[in-house]
């Protein structure tokens, strides 16, 4: 084949496709099984009826070649576990017994044994299953998924391509199991792994596989030297078995950097590369290392973590470039559209000109077979779909709603000092605390308190229109008034209003914002069976009127203690949405801050003399690669400072952050300059007390003393020698007493029993002092 005919024959592909099913009937069928309702042989026909559907409308829509094994009950890091043989010994047992009741084991834990723990896959808000290893881990193969899952593509007459993770990313995604010392290294479990592998290859290959994709997401993150070397070694390896079918590594969410190189010369078929705007570096760092001269190249030109329309005229200038660089050039998204919802055809209330600005799992996979036209057959054979993409990107790019001159405007004219209070620190500790009064160790919580049934229903009552605005307002403010009487009674000292109101801390607040949107069936997989719709931030931010006054000086009508306001900050509402890809993160988050700042400085007018804003998204947006994050961490705190600078010196700003290890961030904390911080640390033992102390953190902070995490309720000795160990890090002065995190997924029960011996684990350490 001549590179000519070869670029004739570009192929449209994708990595992998949302699990759910078009009404969640995978989480239904999955949940059922839990209780009982679905028995194992129904969950497998509809999960086996989920993957045909899938297969057969990506086959509709134009694609050569559908991904297999993408597919999982779970999660895919699972059951590559699963795959390599490596069940951790507690859950053996179970295992052996019921694959699948074994499987669901591991991900969910039983009642005498944990889960596998669980986080965040690279920086998506998709949460995998951390593999426990050790250094007497032995692997074995168990293809049965994948062979089978091949073979049922493959019966639908289909060209079919398993999908793995990659040995590489596999061991680095690891952590040693328990009871392993800290300092193991699962990467040293490379050369018994790959065998391993091997045999999986030769399976599928024995299946019917023509291609196998190895997904390697790992080697976009810093590697080093050592690591990098084992991923040479790792495809010298696979490339160089006899029995095995064509090998695609496939890389994605950045650039690859000192990894390209390393898999261009490592003798596979392959690479499926990123070049959406995140990984454009990976288009002059392909060029440089020579391109894949007679192999294939899977350019990932659109954007499989984002909702967007695609640029298409854009993306065929990248894919001409790339016809140059080698043998042949196939067309797919950056990574799996997992991360994406299914069908924006499916949203009622979104205003038709903005719908065609949206592209979820199903445009994206037209744009895709569009794209594969294009390069195969000219530009011409795809005119219409060019106009009519030139249009909605006009559109877009021209509406009011993507350029709001007041917005514009008023970001343009900030300056420093609108993101510095008026007042340094000390001097506003001194305003403080003669404006509040507080006892030393003050006590508070983080926020919400038990989203109760009767909540959930209320909420479910006014949308279905059983009860109008005013009922469901009257159930929040006896809600409210029961949340501030019990914390009156307990004797907290700084109060909360509970945030009965709030169905999610983005969403709520998404949903009062102008340039925001809701939709109606964007669900995006967020663990196991847990989905989330995260709101679209597509305009310009303004907010028309308060968002939280009402309710919070409606709690503080009811008692003369403080009542802290409650925001969540302007990282974290961009964290859990879909954000623009029009203008840099640095703009969106400032006209988000902006937006939060008239918030906070309502609710001072108001009479809230202590507002907290939260942001637990600010370490894990952290970008994947360490270059590119003192640029994120300036923005990040400036746009904290923005929403939190406007306030009198005398009004306190609390945030709150939820992880016990900050210790690559601290000084990005310091910046954001907030008075009072409360952070997870009861199941650390107060790590980031020290953390803080180590680093000379000035300002007031609350690191949590009851883990949330567990109904468990911590005896008012056991707060009181975790108080004691803050204070040897952090004076009296400067401590506080709250719990890890908000209450909303606890029950009544334990949060009063708990948030009592909290009060009297203060009171006894108080009286030492
Ligand atoms: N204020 C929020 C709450 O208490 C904070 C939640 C969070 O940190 N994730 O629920
Ligand atoms: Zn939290």
């Not at 009982?36 to 134009?62: E, F, I, P, Q, S």
């Not at 398993?162 to 680095?172: A, D, E, K």
């Not at 979820?360 to 036209?373: P, W």
Request: proline share 6%.
């Amino acid at each position: 084949m001549t590179d000519k005919s070869a670029a004739a024959a570009a192929r449209a592909t994708v990595f992998g496709y949302p699990r759910q099913g078009p009404n969640r009937e995978l989480k239904k069928a999955i949940e059922g099984y839990w209780k009982g309702r679905v028995t194992a042989g129904a969950l497998r026909t509809t999960a086996a009826g989920l993957r045909r559907a899938n297969w057969r409308l990506l086959a509709d829509a134009g694609v050569h070649e559908v991904p297999t094994g993408d597919f999982s009950y779970y999660d895919h890091v699972l059951d590559t576990t699963v795959m390599v043989g490596a069940i951790p010994a507690r859950h053996r047992a179970a295992v052996d017994a019921d694959a699948l009741d074994g499987y669901f084991a591991m991900a969910r834990g039983t009642r005498d044994v944990a889960p596998l723990e669980m986080t965040k896959w690279f920086d998506t808000n998709y949460h995998y299953l951390v593999p426990e290893l050790g250094p007497d881990t032995m692997f074995a193969a168990d293809s049965g998924k994948q062979v089978g899952e091949l073979g049922e593509a493959l019966a639908l007459g289909l060209s079919a391509r398993p999908v793995l993770v990659g040995p590489v990313t596999y061991l680095l995604l690891a952590k040693p199991a328990p009871g392993v010392a800290a300092g193991f290294d699962p990467l040293t479990l490379l050369d018994r792994l790959l065998p391993v592998y091997g045999e999986i290859l030769a399976d599928l290959r024995a299946a019917g596989a023509e291609w196998v994709q190895l997904d390697e997401p790992a080697l976009v993150q810093d590697r080093t030297p050592a690591e990098l070397d084992a991923a040479a070694r790792a495809y010298a390896y696979l490339g160089g078995l006899r029995d095995r079918p064509k090998l695609l590594v496939a890389s994605y969410f950045d650039r690859l950097g000192d990894a390209l190189p390393v898999l261009a010369k490592a003798p596979v078929d392959g690479l499926a590369l990123d070049f959406t705007e995140a990984a454009a570096a990976n288009l002059e760092a392909l060029a440089a290392a020579g391109g894949l001269p007679g192999r294939r190249l899977v350019a990932g030109v659109v954007n499989g973590r984002n909702i967007w329309v695609n640029d298409l005229e854009k993306s065929l200038a990248t894919l001409g470039t790339l016809l140059g660089l080698a043998g042949r050039v196939d067309v797919a998204a950056s990574c799996s559209l997992l991360h994406v919802p299914l069908d924006a055809a499916a949203e009622r209330d979104i205003d038709a000109q903005i719908l065609r600005w949206l592209a979820f799992a199903g445009q994206k996979t037209d744009e895709i077979v569009t794209l594969a036209r294009g390069l195969s057959e000219g530009t011409g054979a795809i005119t219409a779909e060019l106009a009519a993409n030139r249009a909605d990107l006009a559109s877009r790019a021209g509406s009011p709603i993507t350029h709001d001159p007041a917005v514009r405007a008023r970001s343009a004219a900030i300056t420093d000092s609108d993101a510095r209070r008026s007042q340094p620190y000390a001097r506003r500790a001194e305003a403080q605390r003669a404006h509040l009064g507080l006892p030393l160790l003050p006590t508070t919580t983080i926020g919400s308190f038990p989203q109760t049934d009767e909540l959930r229903t209320a909420r479910a009552d006014l949308r279905a229109g059983r009860i109008g605005t005013a009922g469901y307002e009257e159930r929040i403010r006896a809600e409210i008034q029961e949340v501030v009487s019990f914390q009156e009674k307990t004797g907290i000292d700084v109060l909360v209003h509970g945030e009965a109101e709030r169905n999610d801390m983005v969403q709520y607040f998404a949903e009062q914002l102008t340039g925001y949107l809701a939709t109606q069936h964007g669900w995006v997989q967020s663990y196991g069976t847990r989905y989330v719709r995260p709101p679209i931030l597509a305009g310009d931010i303004s907010r028309p009127e308060p968002m939280t006054v009402r309710w919070t000086t409606y709690a503080q009508s009811l008692t003369t203690r403080p009542v802290k306001g409650m925001l969540t900050g302007p990282v974290t509402m961009l964290a859990w949405s879909f954000v623009r890809d029009d203008q840099s993160l640095a703009d969106t988050a400032r006209q988000v801050a902006l937006a939060l700042r008239d918030e906070v400085d309502d609710l001072e007018a108001a009479g809230t003399s202590v507002i907290q804003v939260d942001e637990p998204a600010l370490r894990e947006t952290l970008p994947l690669r360490a270059a590119d994050r003192p640029a994120y961490l300036d923005w990040a705190t400036e746009a904290f400072r923005l929403t939190t600078s406007g306030v009198r010196p005398d009004t306190q700003i609390h945030t709150h952050m939820c992880y016990a290890e900050f210790g690559d961030i601290v000084q990005a904390i310091d910046d954001l300059d907030a008075d009072v911080i409360s952070l997870e640390a009861a199941r650390s033992h107060m790590q980031v007390a020290r953390e803080l102390a180590a680093h000379g953190y000035p300002r007031e902070a609350g690191p949590g003393v009851y883990d949330i995490h567990s109904p468990r309720v911590p005896g008012p000795d056991e707060a009181a020698g975790l108080l004691r160990r803050g204070l040897e890090a952090i004076p009296a002065e400067r401590l506080w007493v709250n719990p890890d995190c908000g209450l909303k997924t606890r029950g009544w029960p334990e949060t009063r029993a708990s948030l009592e011996n909290m009060v009297a684990a203060a009171r006894t350490v108080r009286a030492e002092l």
